[in-house]
Every structure is written in C-alpha cells, then in structure tokens.
Antibody, heavy 118, light 108 residues
Framework: QVQLQESGPGLVKPSETLSLTCTVSAGSFSGYFWTWIRQSPGKGLEWIGNVQNSVSAYYNPSLKSRVTISGDTSKRQFSLKLTSVTTADTAVYFC????????????WGRGSLVIVSS | SSELTQDPAVSVALGQTVRITCQGDSLRSHYATWYRQKPGQAPLSVIYIKNNRPSGIPDRFSASSSGSTASLTITGAQAEDEADYYCHCRDTSGNLVLFGGGTKLTVL
C-alpha cells in the first residue's frame, strides 16, 4: 500500500523559501499527478500544484510566480519550493497522489505544519 | 470559471438525509470528487467519477450532477459523518485543480 511522508522545516522566516519533500513508498511512481495541497489554520483546502512523470508541472495561478514542484523518480520523491513566504503561507502542507483521470486523490501524507514567523 | 462554491455549513438530524451541493462551471465538463475531512486528519475520498465509492465507504454516500451543480447525498446520516466535506474537480482546461470552500456538516 502506497504511503506518502512529508519532510522539511517546520519554521520558515518571512521572505525566505519554504522547501518540503514528499517520499513515496510502494506503488508505481509513474502515471500519477504528484500533488501539493495546503490548508491554512481553520480554512479550506488549497491546491498548490502537481507534477507528472517528473517533467510536466501545473500550478495554482495565485501561487504560480512563487512555486516550483519537481519530481525525482529514482528517489521516489517530489518536492515543493515556495519563495518569498509571508505569514499568509502558514499552513499544513499535504503531499498527495492524484490518480486523475481514472480516480481521485487516493493517497495523502499526514501533513506537515509549516509556520512562517521571524 | 475557476471556482467551486459550497455552502459553508449544513446540519442534519441523526438518521435523516442530507444533500451537500457544489456549484461551478467546470462541473459541466468534469465530474466532481468528494472528500471528507475530520479534525486533525488528511481528507479522504468518499465519491469519485460520477458515483463511485472507494473501498470502505458505506453505500449511504451517493452523488449526482446536473449542469453546473454537483451534489453529495448522505442517506441516513450517522454521527461519524460529522466532518468537513470538499468538492473537487479539474478546471475547464483540464490542467488545473479546483477545491470548493468546504461544507461543515453537523449531525444533530
């Protein structure tokens, strides 16, 4: 059964870059959209973006200028970089596997709380 | 359109039927997926691609769609169904992903 695990700093200073990595254990790495989603405290889900086949990436237009998502098939990992963070970027960041078009987002990490604070 | 709209909160009496709706232009061309999220947990899909339930999801969960509105129906709501529910689909281009703002379901 596939498992996803986020890793990275839990505290980032304003104006710096938030970096998270998701490690995928078991299952195929190809044929899925590897996805980052975040949830600010008390708020709803916000799709950040995804990468497919470690090559094609799509981003939320509202974050596109600050986001990079990349994948490393050999390491079974994909990563998120969000630049110039502010306190508004404080959130739980989930990595997930999206089986579109044949299925839903069917696997999620447990989530990683990232706080932006000086 | 790049938005999905949900009612912020809905309540239902224990054992009764409740419908949670989601509106957006993308729903005219893409099926909605529905996720349930309980406090402190990652979301979990309850319905995908028209009306499919992942393994372990009870058959009291069902979905329908008409035009730009998708609906999740819980027939005979149970206490454990109290959670936040999010609709989700692709945008009209098919490349971007949309989430509704979420509906907090209270079971009375």
């Amino acid at each position: 059964q596939v498992q996803l695990q986020e890793s990275g700093p839990g505290l980032v200073k304003p104006s710096e870059t938030l970096s998270l990595t998701c490690t995928v254990s078991a299952g195929s790495f190809s044929g899925y959209f590897w996805t980052w989603i975040r949830q600010s405290p008390g708020k709803g889900l916000e799709w950040i973006g995804n990468v497919q086949n470690s090559v094609s990436a799509y981003y939320n237009p509202s974050l596109k200028s600050r986001v990079t998502i990349s994948g490393d098939t050999s390491k079974r990992q994909f990563s998120l970089k969000l630049t110039s963070v502010t306190t508004a970027d404080t959130a739980v960041y989930f990595c997930a596997r999206d089986a579109y078009p044949r299925g839903p987002i069917d696997s999620w990490g447990r989530g990683s709380l990232v706080i932006v604070s000086s | 359109s790049s938005e999905l709209t949900q009612d912020p909160a809905v309540s239902v009496a224990l054992g009764q039927t409740v419908r949670i709706t989601c509106q957006g232009d993308s729903l005219r061309s893409h099926y909605a997926t529905w996720y349930r999220q309980k406090p402190g947990q990652a979301p979990l899909s309850v319905i995908y691609i028209k009306n499919n339930r992942p393994s372990g999801i009870p058959d009291r969960f069902s979905a329908s769609s008409s035009g730009s509105t998708a609906s999740l129906t819980i027939t005979g709501a149970q206490a454990e169904d109290e959670a936040d529910y999010y609709c989700h689909c692709r945008d009209t281009s098919g490349n971007l992903v949309l989430f509704g703002g979420g509906t907090k379901l209270t079971v009375l």
